[in-house]
């Protein structure tokens, strides 16, 4: 299957600082990558599409000055959590398919934030 | 927006034993995929299955879209094989992003 990228996969970070993640699709091109979160024990959330040339698309309730997407090319997507805080620390993970929209979507490893 | 329920929650298993996890869903679907989350948090794929049967190795999978459900089987279960299995499901619009049910916590116990 394809392959999706993700770095760093751990990172701690001070409040108030900000954090970028990279998701990258190694061996293909992705005009649309996907943003979740993931606290403990509980589901995956999608919090963004990140459309490559253009603005992202945010779910209802998820900051958009605070969770900033870059989608400057076919294979990259960075999330950035700008003025992190403590309530930011989850587990946040991009997806990418190498396809159209009914094809099968692929995972990066996931980026571990703590804010301390 | 679209509702994906799995069950059970939680399903403790001896080593050996089979097992059948569901998932539900509200409305028509284009993309189904079943994921087996690593302790690591890493989402490994199992099957792309918006319709029909496959299967791999002790896995296999069942989407009945008419009927709106899903199936999962592990024959022979692993204690490799704990930990939590997700369905996802996409429906509608362009980008045909993925809702998650809340998932299966899967423990196999020696």
């Known amino acids: 299957g394809a392959v999706v990228s993700q770095h760093p996969s751990r990172v701690i970070c001070k409040s108030g600082t900000s954090v970028k993640i990279e998701c990258r699709s190694l061996?293909?091109?992705?005009?649309?990558m996907f943003w979740y979160r993931q606290f403990p024990k509980q589901s995956l959330m999608l919090m963004a599409t990140?459309?490559?040339?253009?603005?992202?698309?945010?779910e209802q309730g998820v900051e958009k000055d605070k969770f900033l997407i870059n989608h400057a090319s076919l294979t990259l997507s960075t999330l950035t959590v700008t003025s992190a805080h403590p309530e930011d620390s989850s587990f946040y993970i991009c997806?990418?398919?190498?396809?159209?929209?009914?094809?099968?979507?692929?995972f990066g490893q996931g980026t571990r934030l703590t804010v301390v | 927006g679209i509702q994906v329920e799995q069950s059970p929650p939680d399903l403790i298993l001896q080593e050996g034993a089979n097992s059948t996890l569901r998932c539900n869903f509200s409305?028509?679907?284009?993309?189904l995929q079943w994921f087996h989350q690593n302790p690591w948090g890493q989402l490994i794929n199992l099957f792309y299955?918006?319709?029909g049967t496959k299967q791999n190795g002790r896995l296999s999978a069942t989407t009945v879209a008419t009927e709106r459900y899903s199936l999962l089987y592990i024959s022979s279960s692993q204690t490799t094989d704990s930990g939590v299995y997700f369905c996802?499901?996409?429906?509608?619009?362009?980008?045909?992003?993925?809702?998650f049910g809340k998932g299966t916590l899967l423990t196999v116990n020696p």
């Open positions: 997806s990418a398919r190498d396809g159209g929209a009914n094809t099968e979507a692929f």
């Open positions: 061996d293909f091109q992705a005009t649309t």
């Open positions: 990140s459309n490559e040339g253009s603005k992202a698309t945010y």
């Open positions: 409305d028509s679907v284009n993309n």
């Open positions: 299955i918006p319709s």
């Open positions: 996802a499901v996409g429906s509608g619009g362009s980008n045909y992003k993925l809702t």
